[in-house]
């Protein structure tokens, strides 16, 4: 018989010590089967000022469990085998993510893969008990970067309409406006999503030690979400007004972003106060659980289960691995075929769009009866990191480029040689007035498609059959200057039906039907 010292009145009981450790084992088994998937998200933490808070997702998901612990001694872990069927679910997840160059997918299989871990080995009632401690692991996996160009239109929308309500005159185009006292641009860096996910996890956090009604938990969670976002707009017209009233002066440079976060932190902190009249954190955190003790399983009932993990868990890496090891085709030249009614010519512009990682790239200018187009084709034979069809680093311009910039951008239906087709369409202005209109749409197969969600699945998917997954990015520009876009975008037209048959030969030839 064993003795607690006086000294550690909360030691963790005996039936938790084989469990504990076994757990903690499998963890860090799993940890190193998926090592480079952490990495990946260590890495955008270290990189990105808007995700650092990573690094202390799981400290503080281990202290709330800790805060618990005197309520969770009183379980007795229980293998559950219903937790592999997480785990299984979890790394196919992964493995399509993983195939198809999704991260942040694959990062959130990670963290289910770790819960079901716990689940598998300790039981649905641990899990039960200590559910936001390990949900919360998912704000670690650094994910939002979508939201950048609604919040961007936003802001721009909020911060346009303040101005004209306070009487100043405004013109505006895109994401770009102009007042009389200065030209103005909302960029990545004012779209606030560093403040909105501060706010959530924050918000979140608080709402789970302040409040134990999930109605208030709610309440507060949706006030964390809306109010910097509205917030981020009230900040946006401030810094304008201040540099306006100032002549320009004040508001430019580093006060610029030493004014965001003040005003970031005044709101926040206005928000904690408001949300602390209502607390409840002197009620326990767990309450009405009923836990249900049927004795301690023997150890030898503990392996199996540790076993099955890491073989289910295993399994996905494993199998990436051997995709991984294929030897890439031999590709031939990426070749588009002369045309009568389409001369070559030099080219007409200095924009190149930025897609990376193509294995074949092709580009060439034309002129037709007096108007120009250009055509770039990027080809990729299988889809791999740093070599993507769909990858957040294509695109038509980067952020803050000192010539170019991009004034609208979005999804339109064109009718291209009789038959309806989604493009991606932007409108591209120069700072020597030079305009340029242009239409950019992804080819899989005989499949045309805009959709980057759906591509990325679709190659996930032939990936993982051991299928082509082969991809071609279209992209086609022309200038509109004084003809207007409607002109443009039929030269536009006529170019895409025209070119069709040399694109479809130049696929083929590249590495055979």
């Not at 005989?446 to 996930?460: I, P, S």
Request: aromatic residues 12%; glycine residues 8%; contains cysteine.
């Amino acid at each position: 018989m064993s003795v607690l010292p006086e000294s550690l009145p909360h030691a963790v009981p005996n039936p938790w010590r084989l469990p504990g450790w076994l757990t903690a084992g499998v963890l860090l088994v799993v940890f190193g089967l998926f090592w480079p998937t952490f990495l990946s998200m260590a890495e955008i933490w270290e990189r990105s000022e808007t995700f650092a808070h990573g690094y202390l997702v799981f400290p503080i998901s281990l202290w709330l469990i800790w805060r618990q612990h005197r309520e969770l001694a009183q379980l007795t872990p229980r293998p559950d085998a219903r937790g592999l069927l997480l785990l299984g679910g979890a790394g196919a997840a992964w493995l399509l993510a993983d195939a198809g160059s999704v991260n942040v997918v694959a990062q959130y299989a990670f963290i289910a893969l770790l819960l079901g871990t716990v689940w598998t080995l300790l039981g649905w009632t641990f899990v039960r008990a200590a559910l936001f401690p390990l949900t919360f692991l998912f704000f670690a996996v650094p994910v939002g970067e979508f939201l950048i160009p609604p919040l961007m239109t936003f802001t721009a929308d909020f911060t346009v309409l303040a101005l004209q309500f306070t009487g100043i005159p405004v013109y505006r185009e895109g994401t770009f406006f102009s007042i009389p006292s200065g030209d103005w641009s909302v960029v990545e860096g004012c779209s606030g999503l560093r403040y909105l996910i501060a706010s959530i996890t924050l918000g979140l956090l608080y709402a789970y030690l302040t409040y134990r009604s999930w109605t208030r938990r709610l309440l507060f969670t949706l006030a964390a979400i809306i109010v910097p976002i509205l917030a981020n707009g009230g900040r946006a017209y401030m810094i304008v007004m201040i540099a306006h009233l100032s002549d320009m002066k004040l508001a430019l440079g580093v006060d610029h972003y030493i004014y965001g976060w003040v005003f970031f932190g005044l709101v926040m902190l206005l928000l904690f106060w408001v949300g602390a009249f209502w607390r409840e954190d002197d009620q326990p955190q767990i309450a009405g659980m009923r836990w249900q003790d049927g004795g301690r399983v023997p150890a030898r009932a503990m392996w199996p289960f540790a076993l099955a993990v890491v073989g289910v868990a295993g399994l996905w890496p494993a199998y990436e691995a051997w995709l991984a090891a294929r030897p890439l085709p031999v590709l031939a030249e990426l070749r588009i075929d002369a045309r009568d009614d389409w001369q070559p010519r030099a080219p007409f512009t200095g924009w190149t769009p930025h897609w990376v990682g193509a294995d074949r790239q092709a580009r060439q200018s034309y002129t037709r009866a007096g108007r120009d187009a250009m055509l770039q084709l990027d080809y990729y034979v299988t889809q791999r990191q740093g070599a993507e069809l769909i990858n957040s680093q294509n695109f038509m311009i980067r952020q803050k480029d000192e010539v170019w910039s991009n004034v609208g951008e979005q999804v339109v239906s064109v009718d291209i040689a009789g038959t309806p087709r989604q493009v991606r369409q932007a409108r591209m202005k120069s700072r020597s007035g030079e305009r340029l209109l242009v239409w950019q749409w992804n080819r899989i197969g005989e499949r045309v498609t805009v959709n980057d969600q759906l591509a990325k699945l679709v190659l996930a998917f032939d990936r993982v059959r051991m299928q082509r997954d082969d991809g071609l990015s279209v992209l086609i520009a022309t200038p509109y200057g004084d003809t207007g876009v409607e002109v443009a975008a039929a030269t536009l037209a006529r170019f895409a039906a025209d070119m069709e048959p040399a694109i479809a030969a130049a696929l083929d030839r590249i590495d055979g039907p």
